[in-house]
């Protein structure tokens, strides 16, 4: 199983940094399975939450954490709405209890820019977790 990472062109000054950036994304291949060449434009949102891990936990506690632990005995149909619908694979309208659940719950509201951004990178950090 070939993988290789590739980032845009570097200055001699960032070289370190770029490398370490490099074998961050060949980390995250390699837990995702994947195969062939990775470009770490096409994975930003996890390569910030791979270089800051305190801080990816940090957000992920505070936007799906109260969703996490309602799940716990119930399920993770919350979970697994708010996933579809920040995916853009789900309406608004087609989940309308769900996602109010899920607002009251986090005090997060999907219809905020900013919130959505925080549950979304809250979504990528639970992904990551589960394949670590």
Not at 58 to 87: C, K, M, N, Q, S
């Amino acid at each position: 199983r070939a993988l290789l990472a590739v980032g845009p062109p570097t200055d001699r000054v960032e070289l370190a940094a770029a490398l370490e950036e490099a074998r961050l994304l060949v980390d995250l291949g390699r837990q995702l399975w994947l195969r062939g060449t990775v470009s770490a434009e096409d994975f930003l949102p996890e390569l910030l939450l791979a270089r800051s891990p305190r801080i990816g936990a940090v957000v992920r506690r505070r936007a799906i954490g109260p969703l996490e632990a309602y799940a716990e005995g119930r399920g993770g149909d919350l979970l697994d709405t708010l996933e579809a619908f920040a995916e853009g694979t789900l309406e608004r309208p087609e989940a309308a209890a769900q996602l109010a659940k899920v607002e009251e719950l986090t005090g997060l509201s999907v219809e905020r820019p900013r919130d959505l951004l925080l549950i979304q990178l809250a979504l990528k950090q639970r992904a990551l977790e589960s394949v670590r």
